[in-house]
């Protein structure tokens, strides 16, 4: 298996379904990530988990709800998205020094997920 | 909030030809990485530098941190297809790291 992987790569739905993004990392990290990459804009981090708990959560809105069961799982899941919500969601991962604090070093992203929202 | 600015967003230009993108700032940084995103795929670290002044070098590609740690260049030497990707460029910081928008290079054959 390759460092990070995630499912579905592409996702088309409507503004009333709910799905989910899944992602897995397979490098013994202790941090995942998700983030929005949109065009035209730099990449947005949206949500940070450090061992399994949720440090960070930049504003994003309610209608994006992340899940953490372990350290090498992450899910994003989604309920009535808006069409300016369609991206492409990257999950990462990185592994923190013991004396937290934000993650500086290397992020090794997965291949992203392509949302479409009708 | 800090931010990143790189230039130019677009680039096109023939095989075997040089070429330099930037990233820039009017904060400083502890450190910069530039990544490489190919179609399809996520982004995949090329290198990271800590020092005012570091240059390192990656077979063709030269990356440069400006002194006061606020600014960053990539240089490609005869560039090749396989260049082709979107560059971004990310501060390290009290808030994390914080994105370029990216430079959009195409190497045409």
């Known amino acids: 298996e390759t460092g990070v992987t995630q499912t579905p790569r592409h996702l088309v739905m409507g503004m009333t379904n709910k799905k989910s993004l899944k992602c897995e990392q397979h490098?013994?990290?202790?941090?995942m990530y998700w983030y929005k990459q949109s065009a035209k804009k730099p990449l947005e981090l949206m949500f940070v988990y450090s061992l399994e708990e949720r440090v960070e959560n930049n504003s994003v809105p309610s209608r994006f709800s992340p899940e953490c069961p372990n350290s090498s799982h992450l899910f994003l899941h989604l309920h009535t998205l808006q069409p300016e919500d369609s991206a492409l969601y990257l999950c990462?991962?990185?592994?923190?020094?013991?004396?937290?604090?934000?993650?500086?070093?290397?992020?090794?992203f997965g291949e992203g997920s392509r949302l479409t929202v009708l | 909030t800090q931010l990143l600015e790189q230039s130019p967003q677009f680039l096109s230009i023939q095989e075997g030809e040089n070429l330099t993108v930037y990233c820039n700032s009017s904060?400083?940084?502890?450190?910069l990485q530039w990544y490489r995103q190919e179609p399809g795929e996520g982004p995949v670290l090329l290198v990271t530098?800590?020092?005012?002044?570091e240059v390192k070098k990656l077979k063709r590609l030269t990356f440069q941190f400006g002194d006061a740690r606020k600014d960053s260049s990539l240089h490609i030497t005869a560039a090749q297809p396989g260049d082709t990707g979107l560059y971004l460029c990310a501060g390290g910081g009290a808030d994390g790291l914080t994105f370029g928008k990216g430079t959009h290079l195409i190497i045409q054959p």
């Open positions: 490098l013994g990290h202790n941090a």
């Open positions: 904060s400083v940084f502890s450190s």
């Open positions: 530098v800590v020092t005012g002044g």
């Open positions: 990462a991962s990185s592994q923190l020094g013991l004396a937290g604090g934000p993650n500086t070093g290397e992020l090794f």
